[in-house]
């Protein structure tokens, strides 16, 4: 058990930055980037979008964290748990 401490202490700390990422692509989404998708695609009107252009890699990229994120929220929540002795 005391080799997992650490992993546990380097997830907290991985998903406080995931955590920060995620945000500033939600608050990037709401603002600015349709303003650059614009700015990028008017350079050339023809150009085929890329899927990163579109939202939908955006919400799906977030939606899948979210569902990520539950799927640990259960798993934690089970392991905290407590154990019955018969």
Excluded: C, F, K
């Amino acid at each position: 058990m005391s080799a997992d401490n650490p992993r546990l202490v380097e997830t907290t700390a991985w998903h406080s930055d995931a955590a920060d990422r995620a945000q500033r692509l939600q608050r990037y989404s709401e603002g600015r980037w349709l303003g650059d998708v614009d700015a990028v695609l008017g350079l050339d009107p023809h150009a085929v979008r890329p899927p990163v252009a579109g939202q939908d890699s955006i919400w799906e990229a977030l939606a899948e964290r979210d569902e990520q994120l539950r799927r640990l929220l259960v798993a934690i929540a089970t392991d905290l748990a407590p154990v019955s002795h018969p």
